[in-house]
């Protein structure tokens, strides 16, 4: 069964300071996608990206930056020069489809970032 | 305009009480989700519709009845709350196969 990892529960940093988040999963599928969310503390799940396992590019968004690799199946976000407002939960999540053909999210457990002024 | 809204955002109850949360979506999407956040903010995938068709029913005990009438809506329906079934509750919606999925705002079900 497809699997997620998010070895780091919580991260603390300082404003400004650039973090990354790790991600690694597991898959017997060739055809996946990985996406990222994040639940700010109002509660809401946010979509962040999302990636297809054909396409190895990295990503960047404005200070949001995203490293997929399928050697090491990790797909970690990297925040540049972060910011209070930054301070969330990040969850990695890897599609999986069922045996009836349709897909569902499995989610990692999430990292909790905190970014202190 | 709210792309997927749930109602209601808070619900307290005693146990062994019935409630329903209800989710609508305007995205004009054809699959619609429950996913369960416990505690410890572990999220799971509970059910999923396509064009009002269950399609993935992950082992949830039946007191849990989802319910679609039309596409833009699915419902939760759950019997005889229990303790452990406190939690939030997020609907979710996406268009086919591996599209992003768009979160409602959540419902906190708290059972006393």
């Known amino acids: 069964a497809q699997k997620v990892t998010q070895a780091q529960t919580e991260i603390s940093v300082v404003e400004k300071e650039d973090v990354t988040l790790d991600c690694v999963y597991e898959?017997?599928?060739?055809?996946?996608?990985l996406f990222w969310y994040k639940q700010p503390p109002s509660g809401e799940l946010v979509f962040l990206i999302r990636?297809?396992?054909?396409?190895?590019q990295n990503e960047i968004s404005g200070r949001y930056s995203w490293n997929f690799q399928k050697s090491t199946s990790s797909f970690n976000f990297t925040i540049t020069a972060s910011q209070v407002v930054d301070s969330a939960v990040y969850f990695c999540?890897?599609?999986?489809?069922?045996?009836?053909?349709?897909?569902?999210?499995?989610f990692g457990k999430g990292t909790k970032l905190t970014v202190n002024p | 305009d709210t792309a997927v809204s749930q109602t209601p955002k808070y619900l307290v109850t005693q146990m062994g009480n019935d409630k329903s949360i209800k989710c609508e979506q305007n995205?004009?999407?054809?699959?619609m989700y429950w996913y369960k956040q416990d505690s410890k903010k572990f999220l799971k995938i509970m059910f999923s519709?396509?064009?009002?068709?269950?399609?993935i029913n992950e082992t949830v005990p039946n007191r849990f009845s989802p319910k679609s009438p039309d596409k833009a809506h699915l419902n939760l329906h759950i019997n005889s709350l229990e303790l452990g079934d406190s939690a939030v509750y997020f609907c979710?919606?996406?268009?086919?196969?591996?599209?992003?999925?768009?979160f409602g705002p959540g419902t906190r079900l708290t059972v006393t």
């Open positions: 979710a919606s996406s268009q086919g196969l591996y599209g992003e999925q768009y």
């Open positions: 898959t017997r599928d060739t055809t996946y996608y």
């Open positions: 990636r297809n396992s054909f396409d190895e």
């Open positions: 999540a890897l599609s999986e489809l069922t045996q009836g053909g349709s897909e569902k999210l499995v």
């Open positions: 995205l004009g999407h054809d699959t």
């Open positions: 519709y396509n064009n009002k068709e269950l399609i």
